[in-house]
């Protein structure tokens, strides 16, 4: 039996999804988080018979008449699978709102029950909506659910498998002039009456409220972005530098620093294995894989903070004070969804720029989004701030400044570049703030934790494994002395040369950069690995063994490098995804890498400048590629003028 | 000798056994960043 | 009048919504448009916040030019 769950945007889809099927997906309370269709089985909880009940949680819509692209897959879902059952979720803080679909979902012929959500909102507003006559006008039940503290839950599930056994096909109620070409006001007429008689309001929902005074401090004109970056300043210093980098220091240095190296060691050597199995076996996947799940506290930290910021209603309110902002790039507020979804992981938010009507708005922001540091990019950040940053705790929070006005900087010259024009418009729900769940925090921070375990156990396992195997041995398959002559350093030399510009000298930090092409923790772990074969020192540990290739200005640098330039091989496919087009996903890898390299470049270059009086390496390559680079991009601003100006367009 | 082979065998089939996760992660172009993360999306279905 | 002329406070009755037919609609099933009520509860930032129904909405200042109010 399959059940799908439909309703607004908000109405609480994924909570209840969440609760009846043990999963952890990302609710949140604002429009486009959930873009996709996701299915899984119901929780025993709710199935003591045991039947094959899949549930599918479906993206939220309004109507049936699409405005944004992942309304347009409820409605395919549900017009072309056909469920056996549809709960349809009503925003009990918002009745009349929500049945505006009900009364189009009913016509469909597919049983549906009613879930009243919100039903403690309902109730602390004092506002009583009677379940009984809102059965009766639409022709189906209706159970009222809190789908935060899984009340009505089992009640609301068992009646929906009843249902779903009867295979009764639904009858829609009727209403005057559901055939005349004016349907949809007849719709809102016969709703508008049904919530008339059903619903009895006890508070004037126009009066200012506490969430509104709060709105006006958060979203304000001048304060607003302030707040923004003071909260996120807090948040990621917290994790990286704070409790998180406290804790991570810990398990880098000690647990997978000393302990488990030396027990691992020690059985091996006591059942007599060979030194280079050993040493694969150590060095290679345990010392790669260690580099990296050290910062599984940090990792949890964050997503822990993120989550409870997610939840209280904070970043619709981003939305509104970024929209000024993005709207002259081209962009508007509804870009900056994607973007924070991405701080957790790029594929995500590249997928969540299907909220996005613009067709170049959206190609805009698939090319901006992999710019915030994702997850993934954490453990670069704070492995290079912990060795070259000790006392700043400035750094790791920059990286995210620094993508912030690198999003701005890459979306003006985005806007001059390609010539199109911005039509979009901008709305979005602001829903009433509330008390962050722990719970759901908890979970997602569990979630997060498993898959960067996960993560790490597979890819970068496997990887590190091939990294070992490449730095330990030359082409003829023979084990090297000398690691610079191994197959690792041979294939790093190739690509060593165009990174000369930015100042890094070294086969190894070409070959770190692009195993980070795999997934950014590799950049981590391949130099865990090269390094522990040749250095006595930690890697971990201020003026660890990396300070021999950096001095801190180009190991900033190194870090925007990794961060700015294009994201993992997952992220550039959902980008081709995203993109639709071969010739656009190009366009945007290549302006990824522009922005990083060049802006790698200004770094090392302008800061050794500053920092230590003297050019760095590469000086004069570096201003030989500024001054083509910019001769390039004023042409094509040029050409893309001249282009504006025959068809009338406004830059 | 005996030794070696044993936990030369061993750590080969992890090794095997997560080469062969990550490789069926990246064919159905599924990231490994949580259960946010959807499987793969038929693309090209919106223009 | 369009909403974009409005005082912060105020209830309005909506005349007619302007603009594109998809956005028309949009705000449609929000419950915007002609003869529904509308009470503008602030403008931050540039956008403007209102009340429809029982929620709130943030709206850009071209969506709000779009919503003709009853003087």
Redesign the interface.
């Known amino acids: 039996m399959k059940i799908a769950l439909t309703g607004n945007p908000n109405s609480g889809k994924t909570t209840l999804f969440n609760a009846i099927t043990g999963?952890?997906?990302?609710a949140g309370n604002w429009p486009g988080v959930t873009v996709?269709k996701?299915e899984a089985d119901l929780k025993k909880k709710y199935n003591p018979k045991g039947i094959n009940v899949r549930v599918v949680d479906l993206p939220g819509t309004?109507?049936f008449?699409p405005?944004t692209?992942e309304e347009a897959i409820t409605r395919d879902f549900i017009l072309g699978e056909e469920p056996d059952v549809i709960i349809n979720i009503v925003d009990g803080?918002?009745?009349?709102?929500s049945l505006?679909?009900t009364t189009q979902l009913l016509e469909l012929g597919i049983p549906i029950i009613i879930a009243l959500n919100k039903s403690d909102i309902l109730s602390k507003r004092g506002d009583v909506v009677d379940k009984n006559a809102l059965s009766k006008a639409l022709n189906c039940k209706v159970v009222a659910t809190t789908a935060t503290s899984e009340d009505g839950l089992i009640n609301l599930i068992s009646e929906a498998v009843k249902l779903g056994k009867e295979k009764k096909p639904q009858i829609a109620p009727d209403f005057a002039g559901k055939d005349s070409e004016d349907s949809?006001?007849a719709r809102?007429r016969f709703v508008d009456g049904i919530v008339e008689k059903c619903q009895v309001k006890k508070r004037d929902?126009?009066k200012?409220t506490f969430?509104?005074k709060v709105?006006?401090v958060v979203?304000?004109?001048w304060l607003?972005l302030p707040i923004f970056f003071a909260i996120m300043w807090a948040v990621f210093s917290f994790s990286i530098e704070g409790l998180g980098g406290y804790l991570s220091g810990y398990f880098n240095d000690v647990v997978f620093g000393e302990i488990v190296p030396s027990v691992a060691n020690g059985f091996?050597e006591g059942?007599?294995?060979?030194p280079l199995?050993q040493a694969?076996?150590v060095d290679g996947?345990i010392g790669g894989v260690g580099a990296v799940v050290g910062f599984l506290p940090l990792i949890m930290v964050l997503f822990f903070c993120l989550s409870l910021l997610e939840d209280c209603g904070y970043m619709?309110r981003v939305?509104?004070?970024m929209?000024?902002f993005f709207?002259k790039i081209g962009l508007?507020?509804k870009s900056i969804i994607p973007m924070i979804v991405g701080s957790?992981?790029a594929?995500?938010g590249v997928?969540a720029t299907?909220t996005i009507?613009d067709?170049n708005e959206r190609r805009m922001t698939t090319i901006l989004t992999p710019f915030v540091p994702?997850?993934?990019k954490l453990p670069i950040i704070a492995l290079f701030a912990a060795v070259f940053f000790p006392e700043k705790n400035w750094v790791g929070p920059s990286m995210y400044v620094i993508a912030i006005t690198m999003i701005v900087i890459g979306g003006l010259l985005l806007k001059k570049i390609f010539v199109w024009e911005n039509?979009s418009?901008?709305?979005?729900?602001?829903?009433?703030y509330k008390i962050p769940s722990l719970k759901y925090a908890f979970l997602q921070m569990i979630?997060?934790a498993?898959?960067?375990i996960?993560?790490a156990?597979?890819?970068i396992?496997?990887c590190n494994?091939l990294v070992w195997f490449a730095q330990a041995y030359s082409w003829t398959l023979s084990p090297v002395e000398d690691q610079s002559l191994s197959i690792l350093a041979s294939i790093g030399s190739v690509i060593a040369p165009i990174l000369i510009p930015l100042g890094f000298v070294g086969w190894q930090l070409s070959a770190a950069a692009l195993t980070g092409f795999i997934a950014k923790e590799n950049v981590v772990a391949t130099f865990a690995v090269i390094l522990v074969a040749t250095s006595e020192e930690s890697l971990h540990l201020p003026g660890g063994a990396l300070a021999q290739f950096f001095t801190p200005v180009t190991a900033f640098a190194y870090l925007v490098f990794n961060l700015f330039t294009p994201p993992c091989?997952?992220?550039i496919?959902?980008m081709?995804?995203e993109m639709?087009s071969k010739k656009w996903l190009f366009r945007g890898l290549a302006f990824q890498f522009g922005v990083g390299y060049i802006l790698a470049m200004i770094v090392t270059q302008v800061g050794t400048l500053i920092a230590y009086k003297t050019p760095a390496v590469g000086f004069v390559p570096a201003i030989v590629i500024a001054v083509a680079m910019a001769i390039y991009i004023t042409t094509v601003i040029r050409k893309a003028e001249s282009e504006r100006h025959k068809i009338g367009v406004e830059a | 000798m005996l030794?070696?082979i044993i936990?030369?065998l061993i750590?080969g089939g992890i090794?095997i056994f997560?080469?062969k996760?990550?490789w069926d992660?990246?064919r159905k172009?599924?990231?490994?960043?949580?259960?946010?993360?959807?499987g793969k999306?038929k693309?090209?279905k919106?223009? | 009048m369009v909403l974009s002329k409005a005082n912060i406070?105020q209830?309005f009755q909506v005349k007619s919504v302007e603009?594109?037919e998809?956005?028309k609609?949009?705000?449609?099933?929000?419950?915007c448009?002609e003869g529904e009520?509308i009470?503008l509860?602030?403008i931050?930032?540039?956008?403007y916040?209102v009340?429809?129904?029982?929620?709130?909405?943030?709206?850009?200042e071209?969506?709000a030019k779009a919503i003709v109010m009853e003087a």
């Open positions: 999963k952890a997906e990302v996709e996701k309004y109507s008449s405005y692209g803080a918002n009745v009349s709102r505006f679909f949809d006001r809102q929902s126009s200012i969430s509104d709105d006006r979203a304000h004109k607003g091996l059942m007599g294995v060979n199995l694969l076996i996947a619709a939305a509104v004070v929209d000024r709207k508007s507020g957790g992981c594929i995500p997928m299907r009507e067709v994702c997850g993934a039509t418009q901008f709305i979005i729900e602001l829903p009433e979630d997060k498993k898959s960067f996960y993560k156990t597979t890819i396992l496997v494994t091989f997952a992220a496919g959902a081709n995804s639709g | 030794v070696n936990a030369g750590f090794l997560v080469s996760k990550a992660d990246i172009n599924k990231c490994s960043c949580g259960s946010s993360c959807p999306k693309s090209g919106r223009q | 406070g209830t603009g594109k998809n956005v609609k949009f705000l449609f099933t929000l419950g448009f009520e009470t509860i602030s931050l930032a540039g956008n916040i009340n429809i129904k029982d929620s709130r909405y943030a709206l850009d071209n969506m």
